[in-house]
C-alpha cells in the first residue's frame, strides 16, 4: 500500500489559503449566478469550437452594425464577452487546483479508509479471541458497514 499524501500544512499558510478563499468568494461570489439542471440544459452552449465565431460576431457588430436586428443588445453582449475574457482564465487556473484538491482528497480519504479497515478487521479478531474491550468497539465499528448492507439491498447506488 503506497502512502501518496503525506501532508501537513503549518497553521499559517492555512489561514493564508482560507483568507485567499474568503476574498474569492468575497469579490468573486456576488458577481456569479447558480442555475438549476433545467435552466442548464436549457441554455445555448458556447464550448471552444464556438468561440471564434463568436469572436467573430462580436467584430462585426461593430464594423458592421447595419446587420444587427432591433432587439440585439451590442453593449450587452459586450460587457458579456468581457466577462468571458476575464473570467475564463480564473475559471481554468481554479478548475485544475479544485481538480487536484479533489484528486488528493480521495487519495487521502483512501488512504485512511484502507488503515480504518485493518484496524476494525484487527477488532473483528479481537472479538472472536474473546479479547476483552473489543466488543464495545467492534459494536461501534460495525455499524457503518451494517447501514451499508441494508441500502445495497434496495439501492443498487448505496444512497
Known sequence: MENRVSITIPPADLQAI??????????????????????????????????????????????????????????EMQKDWKAISELGPVYNAMNQLTSNLDDTLMEAGSEVMEQANMYYRSVQGAVKANVPSSKPVFADLRVRYEKRSKRSGGDPAGV
Not at 468573486?28 to 438549476?36: F, K
Request: no cysteine; hydrophobic share 45%; aromatic share 6%.
Open 18 to 75: 482560507n483568507d485567499a478563499v474568503k476574498v474569492l468568494q468575497e469579490k468573486l461570489g456576488p458577481l456569479l449566478i447558480a442555475l438549476t439542471v433545467d435552466e442548464r440544459r436549457a441554455l445555448t452552449k458556447m464550448g471552444e469550437a464556438s468561440r471564434p465565431f463568436a469572436e467573430k460576431v462580436m467584430e462585426y457588430v461593430v464594423t458592421n452594425p447595419e446587420f444587427l436586428p432591433p432587439y440585439a443588445d451590442v453593449a
